[in-house]
Protein backbone atom coordinates (compact mmCIF):
# COMPACT_ATOMS: atom_id res chain seq x y z
CA UNK A 1 0.00 0.00 0.00
CA UNK A 2 1.25 3.42 -0.89
CA UNK A 3 -0.60 6.85 0.13
CA UNK A 4 0.49 9.96 -2.22
CA UNK A 5 -0.24 13.15 -1.19
CA UNK A 6 0.03 15.87 -3.59
CA UNK A 7 0.90 19.70 -3.05
CA UNK A 8 2.06 22.88 -4.67
CA UNK A 9 -1.27 23.39 -7.23
CA UNK A 10 -2.79 27.22 -7.20
CA UNK A 11 -3.59 30.08 -9.66
CA UNK A 12 -0.60 31.44 -11.98
CA UNK A 13 -0.73 33.99 -14.97
CA UNK A 14 0.03 32.86 -18.30
CA UNK A 15 3.99 32.29 -18.50
CA UNK A 16 4.43 31.87 -14.56
CA UNK A 17 5.69 28.66 -13.20
CA UNK A 18 4.09 26.16 -10.42
CA UNK A 19 6.01 23.36 -8.65
CA UNK A 20 4.32 20.41 -7.99
CA UNK A 21 5.12 17.90 -4.95
CA UNK A 22 4.06 14.48 -4.22
CA UNK A 23 4.99 12.80 -0.76
CA UNK A 24 4.64 8.72 -0.78
CA UNK A 25 4.10 6.63 2.37
CA UNK A 26 3.65 2.97 3.41
CA UNK A 27 5.45 0.65 0.93
CA UNK A 28 9.14 1.05 -0.59
CA UNK A 29 9.09 4.31 -2.58
CA UNK A 30 12.50 3.51 -4.62
CA UNK A 31 10.61 0.26 -6.19
CA UNK A 32 7.84 2.51 -7.74
CA UNK A 33 7.84 4.37 -11.08
CA UNK A 34 6.20 7.68 -10.41
CA UNK A 35 4.44 9.79 -12.50
CA UNK A 36 2.22 13.13 -12.85
CA UNK A 37 -1.00 13.12 -14.50
CA UNK A 38 -4.27 16.10 -15.49
CA UNK A 39 -7.35 16.06 -16.19
CA UNK A 40 -9.52 19.23 -17.28
CA UNK A 41 -12.99 19.48 -17.09
CA UNK A 42 -14.92 17.18 -19.89
CA UNK A 43 -11.07 15.43 -20.71
CA UNK A 44 -9.73 12.27 -20.14
CA UNK A 45 -6.67 12.00 -17.99
CA UNK A 46 -3.42 12.15 -19.72
CA UNK A 47 0.11 11.12 -18.23
CA UNK A 48 2.28 14.38 -18.47
CA UNK A 49 5.47 13.24 -17.52
CA UNK A 50 7.07 10.09 -16.15
CA UNK A 51 10.00 8.97 -14.26
CA UNK A 52 10.89 5.24 -13.79
CA UNK A 53 12.69 4.15 -10.75
CA UNK A 54 16.26 4.43 -12.13
CA UNK A 55 15.32 8.08 -12.95
CA UNK A 56 14.48 7.84 -16.89
CA UNK A 57 12.18 10.37 -17.32
CA UNK A 58 9.82 10.67 -19.95
CA UNK A 59 7.03 13.80 -21.33
CA UNK A 60 3.99 14.61 -22.90
CA UNK A 61 4.96 16.61 -26.33
CA UNK A 62 2.59 18.94 -25.25
CA UNK A 63 4.92 19.93 -21.97
CA UNK A 64 8.80 18.94 -23.61
CA UNK A 65 10.93 21.65 -23.06
CA UNK A 66 8.75 23.23 -20.22
CA UNK A 67 8.24 21.10 -17.30
CA UNK A 68 10.73 18.64 -15.34
CA UNK A 69 10.10 15.93 -13.49
CA UNK A 70 12.63 14.71 -10.84
CA UNK A 71 12.04 12.67 -7.36
CA UNK A 72 14.22 12.56 -4.47
CA UNK A 73 14.05 9.06 -2.70
CA UNK A 74 15.52 10.13 0.47
CA UNK A 75 12.86 12.20 1.12
CA UNK A 76 10.07 10.11 -0.82
CA UNK A 77 8.84 12.55 -3.03
CA UNK A 78 8.35 13.48 -6.70
CA UNK A 79 8.29 16.56 -7.92
CA UNK A 80 6.93 18.54 -11.49
CA UNK A 81 8.30 21.78 -12.15
CA UNK A 82 6.02 23.62 -14.75
CA UNK A 83 7.56 26.61 -16.30
CA UNK A 84 6.22 28.39 -19.17
CA UNK A 85 2.48 27.88 -17.83
CA UNK A 86 -0.34 28.35 -20.28
CA UNK A 87 -4.05 28.23 -19.57
CA UNK A 88 -4.61 25.04 -21.53
CA UNK A 89 -2.49 23.70 -18.75
CA UNK A 90 -5.16 24.59 -16.34
CA UNK A 91 -6.57 20.80 -14.63
CA UNK A 92 -6.35 18.81 -12.19
CA UNK A 93 -2.96 17.24 -11.56
CA UNK A 94 -2.69 13.54 -10.11
CA UNK A 95 0.34 11.61 -8.45
CA UNK A 96 0.54 7.71 -9.83
CA UNK A 97 3.38 4.93 -8.22
CA UNK A 98 2.93 1.97 -10.11
CA UNK A 99 5.36 -1.34 -9.55
CA UNK A 100 4.71 -4.12 -12.29
CA UNK A 101 6.49 -7.15 -11.17
CA UNK A 102 6.45 -8.98 -14.52
CA UNK A 103 8.21 -12.37 -13.42
CA UNK A 104 5.24 -11.82 -10.46
CA UNK A 105 2.23 -10.78 -13.06
CA UNK A 106 1.56 -8.66 -10.11
CA UNK A 107 0.58 -4.37 -10.54
CA UNK A 108 0.52 -2.18 -7.93
CA UNK A 109 -1.00 1.10 -8.93
CA UNK A 110 -1.87 4.03 -6.56
CA UNK A 111 -3.20 7.52 -7.11
CA UNK A 112 -3.39 10.23 -5.25
CA UNK A 113 -6.06 13.17 -4.61
CA UNK A 114 -4.91 15.75 -6.77
CA UNK A 115 -4.23 19.00 -6.93
CA UNK A 116 -5.71 22.11 -8.63
CA UNK A 117 -3.72 24.12 -11.54
CA UNK A 118 -4.97 27.20 -12.70
CA UNK A 119 -3.74 29.06 -15.39
CA UNK A 120 -5.25 32.24 -16.11
CA UNK A 121 -4.99 35.99 -16.48
Known sequence: QVQLVE???G???PGGSLRLSCVASG???TFYAMGWYRQAPGKQ???V????SGGTTNYADSVKGRFTISRDNAKNTVYLQMNSLKPEDTAVCSCNALR???IEG???D???QGTQVTVSS
Open 7 to 9: SGG
Open 11 to 13: LVQ
Open 27 to 29: SIF
Open 45 to 47: REL
Open 49 to 52: AGIT
Open 100 to 102: VVN
Open 106 to 108: AKY
Open 110 to 112: YWG
